[in-house]
């Protein structure tokens, strides 16, 4: 619906959740809480401002502030859903990581290949898959490439494999899937658990009208 729709909807909710907290004599924090409008496209998004928001919600009395980024759960959604930040963020912290696991590693010392393939999955790979299945099937393959990239790069690291070895070969020889291959397999085990909860879940509901969308 519309942005006021959105709008009735959330203060509803709000008050209901303020009537129902002050029942069961309890608190939420409300400096801690964020609101974001979800859009279609980059252009409605680069509409909205933090100074002049497209939603104002209150809580207690108190506006709760507009964010055009937040983070839930460890995930940085933005308006536009290409979890972009989110990326960049996780391409910043890999960029770390893989640093620290370069320097056991060398063609003549330091860790065999399977002991760098075993540090890459658990500590590299593991960053870039919280939440795959969530930003994998939203994020363009350009920004999913972002993080292919560091993957590769980690590849030769593991193999030696020269520069311009094709990647396909090289993500072979290191034995690792690409993260594009690894998003859709997260996502569809995702939507099967979610087709499994019990009936009247609203996870299980979203999924089967996804699944009636795409019959």
């Not at 964020?34 to 279609?40: D, K």
């Amino acid at each position: 619906g519309s942005a006021g729709e959105c709008l009735r909807r959330t203060q509803r909710a709000l008050d209901r959740l303020e009537r129902w907290c002050r029942e069961s004599l309890m608190e939420v924090n409300a400096t801690k809480s964020e609101t974001i409008l979800l859009v279609a496209t980059h252009q409605q998004a680069n509409k909205h401002t933090v100074d002049k928001p497209p939603v104002r919600v209150t809580y207690l009395g108190q506006p709760i502030p507009y964010k055009k980024e937040v983070c839930f759960l460890g995930v940085t959604i933005d308006e536009a859903l290409t979890f972009r930040p989110h990326v960049e963020r996780i391409a910043k912290a890999l960029g770390r990581r893989q640093n620290i696991v370069r320097a056991v590693s060398g063609p003549r010392w330091g860790c065999s290949r399977g002991l760098m393939r075993s540090l890459h999955l658990a500590y590299c790979q593991s960053k870039m898959d919280y939440g795959l299945a969530a930003y994998g099937s939203f994020a363009s393959k350009t920004t999913l490439e972002t993080l292919g990239a560091l993957e590769r790069k980690a590849a030769r690291s593991i193999t030696g494999c020269a520069l311009d070895t094709r990647c396909t070969l090289l993500m072979r020889e290191a034995d690792l899937t690409p993260v594009q291959a690894r998003a859709k397999a997260a996502a569809a085990a995702s939507f099967e658990r979610h087709r499994r909860l019990a009936p009247g879940v609203p996870a299980r509901e979203t999924a089967e009208r996804a699944n009636l969308a795409g019959a």
